[in-house]
Nanobody
C-alpha cells in the first residue's frame, strides 16, 4: 500500500520562498511519475508540476514556470517542490500524487498561505 505525506507548508510573505516535501511509503517509488497539484479557496484543483520516474523530464504549468522547481531523490523516496517569488493568489492546499500505469495515489495535502 502506497502512502504519501506532504510537509513544508506554512505562512510566507509575498515574494518569499517555501520548499515542500512529499515522503513516499511503499514499494517502487522509482517507478512512479510524481506530480504536485494545488487547490485554492473555492477553486478547482490544478496541476502545478510533474516529473517522470527517472527524474530527467519535468513539466510545469505556465503560471509557475521560472519560479517553481520540481525534483525527486529516488534513494530517499521523496519528492520536492521549491517555490520562489510566491504570490498571494497561490495560497492553496498543495498535494503530491503518484502515478504508475493505472495506480494513482494522493497525499492529504499541506497548506501554503501567502500573505503579509
Amino acid at each position: 500500500q502506497v502512502q504519501l505525506v506532504e510537509s513544508g507548508g506554512g505562512l510566507v510573505q509575498p515574494g518569499g520562498s517555501l520548499k515542500l516535501s512529499c515522503k513516499f511509503s511503499g514499494p517502487a517509488f522509482g517507478a512512479y511519475a510524481m506530480s504536485w497539484y494545488r487547490q485554492g479557496p473555492g477553486g478547482e484543483r490544478e496541476l502545478v508540476a510533474s516529473i517522470e520516474a527517472a527524474g530527467s523530464t519535468t513539466t510545469y504549468a505556465d503560471f509557475v514556470k521560472g519560479r517553481f522547481t520540481i525534483s525527486r531523490k529516488n534513494y530517499k523516496d521523496t519528492l520536492y517542490l521549491q517555490m520562489n517569488n510566491l504570490l498571494p493568489e497561490e495560497t492553496a492546499v498543495y498535494y503530491c500524487t503518484a502515478n504508475w500505469i493505472s495506480r494513482d495515489y494522493w497525499g492529504q495535502g499541506t497548506q501554503v498561505t501567502v500573505s503579509s
